[in-house]
């Protein structure tokens, strides 16, 4: 077979290989073989698929071991889990992947507000009405930082997209992917002054 290409399948798809793998053993030592291979992989869907075909051909072939099943079960739990804790780290963040022209929303006026502290060029045109205008001047005052940051050419584009986040991160230490709604949800008391 040589010259002939692999076709190469995503990982995510790995269980239907791994079940058709199972589907075409036919002897306890292939068996035994499949059960070292899937163990010793990190498997991140399909789990139900993979138990279905192993027990039937368990059964077929007469390999007695359920290790292979308690295993796919634990990591069907934690694919599960981290599933959910990446659902819900994303849907506390203030910004989403993409903030580009055209948003609306408080997060542009977060965006102002950014712009404005670190006083780039323009911000102090932004009115913050939650509109990230094509052109408008957050657009304007985000290319200015862009320039700022050291970004050239296609990168300066008025967009905040991953290549502005990474250098202000880098520049300023500002990053705004950890910014989450918890750390604004406390109340705000206001201290009144004392009389002399």
């Known amino acids: 077979m040589v010259g002939e290409t692999v076709q190469r399948r995503p990982i995510h798809e790995i269980y239907e290989v791994i079940v058709d793998a199972i589907n075409r053993a036919s002897y306890v030592s292939d068996m035994e073989l499949l059960e070292k291979l899937i163990m010793g ?8 698929e993979i138990i279905a075909a192993w027990q039937k051909k368990r059964g077929q072939v007469g390999w007695p071991l359920e290790r292979l099943v308690a295993d796919l079960l634990e990591q069907k739990r934690e694919a599960a889990k981290k599933a959910k804790e990446k659902k819900e780290d994303s849907s506390r963040r203030i910004f989403p992947p993409y903030l580009d022209q055209g948003s609306t929303g408080a997060v542009v006026n977060f965006l102002g507000l950014i712009l404005n502290v670190l006083r780039v060029y323009g911000s102090d045109h932004i009115i913050l009405d939650g509109d990230y205008a094509l052109g408008g001047a957050i657009a304007e ?19 905040f997209g991953p290549a502005t986040r990474a250098a202000l991160k880098e520049t300023y230490r500002i990053d705004v992917d950890t910014l989450t709604t918890e750390m604004f949800a406390m109340p705000t008391v206001g201290k009144e002054p004392e009389s002399a």
């Open 41 to 48: 992989v990190q498997i991140p869907r399909g789990h139900n």
């Open 141 to 159: 005052a985000v290319k200015e930082l862009q320039r700022e940051l050291g970004l050239t050419g296609e990168e300066v584009d008025g967009n």
